[in-house]
């Protein structure tokens, strides 16, 4: 086994390997030479893995982030990625808000801000976050590097070695290397049509209580989940927050698409109905309005949220400054809710054109989600196939997937695929989805 080699180490969390597994005979090190030339990187990775902390035994690479590298080929259709379509943005809006966010606050754009956040953009996201009808105080905010970095931050904040957290099965794949750095115990709950199975929650948190553990945090992406597409009941989202505040357990709830919505009634954030006692909310601006920018926030309960700042710091020590202000003078220039709107409808159309390609080009047995907004379907096909073998034949037809397995840390969803729709036009959506259905039904006649 090597250590560039992630999926021979996938098998998840635990802590099970010892710091001092990890640290090679001494014959392995570097030699402290004084030459430079020979200091050089030699490529040679045996002798740098008796460098590496043990926590890189079990960490995960992101299935989607290596897919991106492999999908750069411009004849590649890429049905992989979670990618807002910023051909929608227009040019010229940047180019304004742009330029007078220089014209009048150059100076600050420039400069460092506090780890918390800018004070200018606070009410933005509260706005957006009122969009959705959870009403908080803007002084609670932390601004973050993307939503990414408030999973990163509460891992880092709750999380020791072997700790449980819990997921949906299948969860984001983008937090299964976060969980598998921090050498979490993963357990994850099915999904439904529903969301998550509060059911086989319950039966699980039994079990664990028995076992004399007890979750670090509860992780969820109730509305349009990534990469499942359902969306959590009302019913399961009161029951949820019930069990968190009975058991008092922290849950995670993490919302980049609830604004993304193209039909059905919007339901109540988690924190929302929590109160933001037992639920730590992660937002992002990324899927409405730039990944690029790199904005998102989380609201916690303040002592969280003072230890989250502190691993700020050390993370980054504030998010960009020059994005914080964007999104403030864009927010003051532009109707930041019809650009959703816009993006909603696009979407929308894409979203009609993949169930439409599915049905038509997927085999018996196969099924799939029906979202009713965000960005993704999952898609189920018949278990005796094996989605990343599939991926290999589809890259060779020029389309990709994110297969199943990326979205667990215990090696299911072998015959699951994600597939998303608001990256390409919808040309594209058919001409992928034909693609997979031709290399599925080639590994049906093998
Ligand atoms: N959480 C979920 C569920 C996501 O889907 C994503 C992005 N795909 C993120 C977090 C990270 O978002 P960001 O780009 O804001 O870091």
Redesign the pocket.
Known sequence: MTVEDPDSTATGGGGTTSPGAAAGSEADRPSPTADPAVRRPTGDLERYAGLFAARTRVMKSSA?RDLMALTERPEVISLA??LADTTLFPAEDLAKVLSHMAAGDSARALQYAPTEGMADIRPCLADVMAAEGTVIDPEDILV????????DLLCKTLVDPGDVIIAEGP??P??VPTFSAYEADLVQIELDDDGMRIDLLEETLDRLEREGRSPKFIYT?PTF???GGVTMSLERRKRLVEIAQERQILVLE????GLLRFEGEPLPTLYSLDGGRYVVY?G????ILS?GI???WAIAPAPVRQKMVIGKQGSDLNSASLSQLFVAYYFRERDWRDYVQRQSDVYQSRRDVMLESLDRHMPEGATWTRPQGG??VWVTLPDYLDTTDLLARALHNDVAFVPGRAAYLDGRGGNSMRVNFSGVGEDDIREGISRIGGVVAEQLEL
């Open positions: 989607m990625g979670g973050t590097t993307g939503g990414q970095q408030v999973i969860t984001y983008g937090a992406i989940q990534n990469p993490d919302n980049p698409y992660g992002t601006l990324s899927k990944p790199r904005v998102g960005l993704f």
